[in-house]
């Protein structure tokens, strides 16, 4: 089992960037594939990028693909999501999550999750 902390969140303005980290107890984090979900107020919690245990494969939704960097430290047991040129509406708590049998993009998939982050974008 794995337990994870987000940190990181804030208000920024709209074109800035943010940078946020999950930490991840554990000394199997690298035999997990991560990944970043959202949920934005009175919506669903949406995919937004997941990487594969060894960072061999990363994946991204349409709407954040080009502005936001997902990556990991194995040896830290730490995962990362770079946003970069952000919009109001990537405003959202952002969690992330763990599994240790599928790297995919439905909620589902994965049975670890963090307390979440706030992320604010002003415009």
């Known amino acids: 089992q794995v337990q994870l902390v987000e940190s990181g969140g804030g208000l920024v303005q709209a074109g800035g960037s943010l940078r946020l980290s999950c930490a991840a107890s554990?000394?199997?984090?690298?035999?997990?594939?991560m990944a970043w979900f959202r949920q934005a107020p009175g919506k669903e919690r949406e995919f937004v990028a997941a990487v594969t245990g060894n960072s061999g494969s990363t994946y991204y939704s349409d709407s954040v693909k080009g502005r936001f960097t997902i990556s990991r430290d194995n040896a830290k047991s730490m995962m990362y999501l770079q946003m970069n040129s952000l919009k109001p509406e990537d405003t959202a708590v952002y969690y992330c999550?763990?599994?240790?049998?599928?790297?995919?993009?439905?909620?589902?998939?994965?049975?670890?999750w963090g307390q979440g982050t706030q992320v604010t974008v002003a415009s």
């Open positions: 999550a763990a599994s240790r049998t599928v790297v995919g993009r439905n909620r589902s998939d994965y049975p670890y």
């Open positions: 554990g000394r199997t984090f690298g035999t997990y594939a």
